[in-house]
């Protein structure tokens, strides 16, 4: 498609587990992003990314955290899963900020039981 | 903080019908985006507006900005089962490029054959 992947696409973990979720881009985009997808809510943004090694928090960062070492991989880490963070995450890429729109991946389904 | 409000939150039309999903915002929009989303899948960018009063189409699709730059529409002529899905709009967080989108709610649309 456009050069985004995420992994994995599906998982199941346990309640207290770290679980780190991955984006990958070959766009060499600099705006990296990670939303979640919850009935209702629509789209919420957790953390993005403006460049490598720069990142900053979004609206519903609590209990998550992100690294990018590299342009083109963007980590989204769960510190110790819960319930309340089951849901579905998408990744976004962008090469102007929002100018032009964003492209998304193609989503991870996380349960955490 | 900036919000957009979708309605109607969902949609069942008859094959052929007409429909309308508008979008509301609480300040001005710089950039407004339509995506549409599939059942299980990543979202798929439709159109972008940006200037007040534009109008853009693709295929049956046509999308609005108003004047006044807080309100757009998304309009399906003789809609059809390959329109189903959540359609969500989403805008810069603020008046500018900040690099951040928020989104919509989304407006579940299905479309009986």
């Known amino acids: 498609d456009a050069g985004i992947t995420q992994s994995p696409r599906h998982k199941v973990t346990e309640t207290g587990t770290p679980v780190t979720l991955r984006c990958h881009q070959t766009?060499?985009?600099?705006?990296m992003y990670w939303y979640r997808q919850d009935p209702g809510h629509g789209l919420r943004l957790i953390h993005y990314?403006?460049?490598?090694?720069?990142?900053d928090k979004g609206e519903v960062s609590d209990g998550y955290s992100v690294s990018r070492s590299k342009t083109e991989d963007f980590l989204l880490t769960l510190e110790s899963a819960t319930s309340s963070q089951t849901s579905v995450y998408f990744c976004?890429?962008?090469?102007?900020?929002?100018?032009?729109?964003?492209?998304f991946g193609s989503g991870t389904r996380l349960t955490v039981v | 903080s900036q919000e957009l409000e979708q309605s109607p939150q969902s949609l069942i039309v008859q094959e052929g019908k007409n429909l309308t999903i508008n979008c509301t915002s609480s300040k001005t929009l710089y950039g407004l985006y339509w995506y549409k989303q599939k059942y299980g899948e990543g979202l798929i960018f439709l159109m972008m507006l940006q200037k007040g009063g534009e109008e853009k189409s693709h295929e049956k699709i046509t999308a609005k900005l108003d004047e006044k730059k807080q309100q757009s529409s998304l309009h399906i002529t003789a809609s059809q089962p390959s329109h189903a899905g959540i359609y969500l709009c989403?805008?810069?967080?603020?008046?500018?490029?900040?690099?951040?989108?928020?989104f919509g709610q989304g407006t579940t649309l299905q479309v009986k054959p």
């Open positions: 989403g805008a810069d967080k603020g008046s500018g490029n900040t690099g951040k989108l928020i």
């Open positions: 990314s403006y460049g490598v090694k720069d990142t």
């Open positions: 976004a890429i962008s090469g102007q900020g929002t100018l032009g729109g964003y492209t």
């Open positions: 766009e060499n985009h600099r705006y």
